[in-house]
């Protein structure tokens, strides 16, 4: 699976569009790039999933350029709720997930 | 609806005993996956169960061992526990015919503290 990499930590304030950015230079033609919430003691949640362009869905955007190298997650307005940890994944449709370190999103009131 | 479920909640066991961590699918789903997340850590594949065969494993030692029912529900077996083995133990779900798609779905998980 293609190695991702995103920021460890980012901050934001409540109503603020949080924009989360994962690098994936060796991605295969064939790989998607899905996203993944995780909450304090809860398992992941499916967020997005995207393989070119853009997707949007109610809870979020993502934009993954041309050159499919690096994907953006995009949370609009974001509220205190919406802290967590947010995690990339690259790959093709596969039996098991790769979870990095995932970028932990603070959001203050 | 009943999403992903798994019991116990929290467990504490000694070194060298042994563990049993349950899961039942959501409504549905036939794959059922397990995932070991250290803390501060992402999850871990462990292995993943379909038709009651393991399907796919990845990098743990034969000390865990699992299991799949004909309803579809799981376990995973942890023998010999040793500290390193705490952890959030994490069960995902998935649908018929989505083989290993991206949306799995993941039940709140039993935190496992071995002393």
């Known amino acids: 699976l293609a190695k991702t990499t995103q920021p460890i930590s980012m901050d934001s304030y409540e109503g603020q569009e949080v924009n989360i950015t994962c690098s994936h230079n060796?991605?295969?033609?064939?790989?998607?790039i899905t996203w993944y919430q995780q909450f304090p003691s809860q398992g992941p949640r499916f967020i997005i999933q995207?393989?070119?362009t853009k997707v949007t869905n109610e809870v979020a955007s993502l934009f993954i350029p041309a050159d499919r190298k690096s994907s953006t997650l995009s949370l609009p307005r974001v509220s205190l709720s919406d802290t967590a940890v947010y995690y990339c994944?690259?790959?093709?449709?596969?039996?098991?997930?790769?979870f990095g370190a995932g970028t932990t999103v603070t959001v203050r009131a | 609806d009943a999403g992903v479920t798994q019991s116990p909640t929290h467990l504490i066991k000694t070194r060298g005993q042994q563990v049993t961590l349950r899961c039942s699918p959501k409504?549905?789903?036939?794959?059922v996956s397990w995932y070991q997340q250290a803390l501060g850590q992402g999850p871990q594949f462990i292995f993943q169960?379909?038709?009651?065969?393991?399907?796919q494993r990845g990098n743990f030692p034969d000390r865990f061992s699992g299991h799949q029912f004909p309803n579809y529900s799981s376990e995973l077996n942890v023998n010999a526990l040793l500290l390193g083995d705490s952890a959030l133990y994490l069960c995902?779900?998935?649908?018929?015919?989505?083989?290993?798609?991206?949306?799995?779905?993941f039940g709140p998980g039993t935190r496992l503290t071995v002393t």
């Open positions: 995902a779900s998935s649908r018929p015919g989505s083989g290993g798609t991206y949306e799995q779905y």
């Open positions: 060796n991605i295969a033609t064939n790989d998607y």
């Open positions: 995207g393989y070119k």
């Open positions: 994944l690259v790959g093709v449709n596969d039996y098991k997930l790769s």
């Open positions: 409504s549905g789903h036939d794959t």
């Open positions: 169960y379909y038709e009651e065969e393991e399907r």
